[in-house]
């Protein structure tokens, strides 16, 4: 059962567009958000996060956006770079959880120069 | 720079061998994780520990064990390894309380035969 879902294994952007990533999720009971950023050969590594009292953050090119009644979160990257080609994991967490993240499959993004 | 090791980086091995992989961290993190990740699947959480003195299963423990030798070290053993074990395994680190950012090892790419 995948509680955390990201239907696009992939997507591909021309440099300087905006890149919209999605993740969708089953389980009300997620209450913060995270996405990570990972290159090949690398760990992943933290982006951004919302909690769900907020619908969005923003921290320079990167916003996320959350839509609690819809269960659903996106990443916005504007504009894209070439460096941003990477693979990017949503995770959400549930507050009795502990520090426990569940991650979506990834979206792999493509930017084109 | 403060940081999180993981040893060996790349391991072939046979099915039916013990296998050891170790994590070290330098942020003197309290808490530690185990993942593996497999394509179309994203990051799944096997382990994770909050001290020395507390373990705890993940999702995915069947098949595996953990030993927290100290706050710094977090060692995963497969007692048998099975060819379904082959995957990319990475160690992650954060501070204690709240919800805290988990800084992720370079990962190890383990094959079983």
């Known amino acids: 059962d995948q509680q955390v879902k990201q239907n696009s294994p992939s997507l591909s952007v021309q440099e300087g567009r905006i890149s919209i990533l999605n993740c969708d999720y089953t389980?009300?009971?997620?209450?913060?958000f995270l996405w990570y950023k990972k290159y090949p050969a690398e760990g992943p590594t933290f982006l951004i996060s919302?909690?769900?009292?907020?619908d969005k953050n923003e921290d320079g090119r990167f916003t996320v956006f959350l839509n609690k009644s819809a269960k659903h979160l996106s990443l916005h990257i504007v504009p894209s770079q070439p460096g941003d080609s990477a693979v990017y994991f949503c995770?959400?967490?549930?507050?009795?959880?502990?520090?426990?993240?569940?991650f979506g499959q990834g979206t792999i993004l493509t930017v084109h120069p | 720079d403060a940081d999180v090791t993981q040893t060996p980086r790349n391991r072939i091995t046979k099915t039916g061998k013990r296998i050891m992989l170790e994590c070290s961290q330098t942020k003197g993190h309290d808490r530690m994780y185990w993942y593996r990740q497999d394509p179309g699947l994203g990051l799944r959480l096997i382990y994770y520990?909050?001290?020395?003195?507390?373990?705890n299963k993940g999702e995915i423990s069947d098949g595996y064990s953990v030993s927290r030798q100290a706050q710094a070290k977090f060692s995963l053993s497969l007692e048998s390894a099975i060819p379904n074990q082959t995957a990319l395994y990475f160690c992650a680190t954060s501070l204690a309380g709240g919800r805290n950012e988990q800084f992720f090892g370079p990962g190890t790419r383990l094959t079983v035969l």
């Open positions: 389980n009300s009971m997620f209450d913060y």
């Open positions: 919302i909690s769900s009292i907020k």
């Open positions: 995770a959400a967490s549930a507050g009795t959880s502990y520090g426990k993240l569940t």
């Open positions: 520990s909050f001290d020395v003195k507390d373990i």
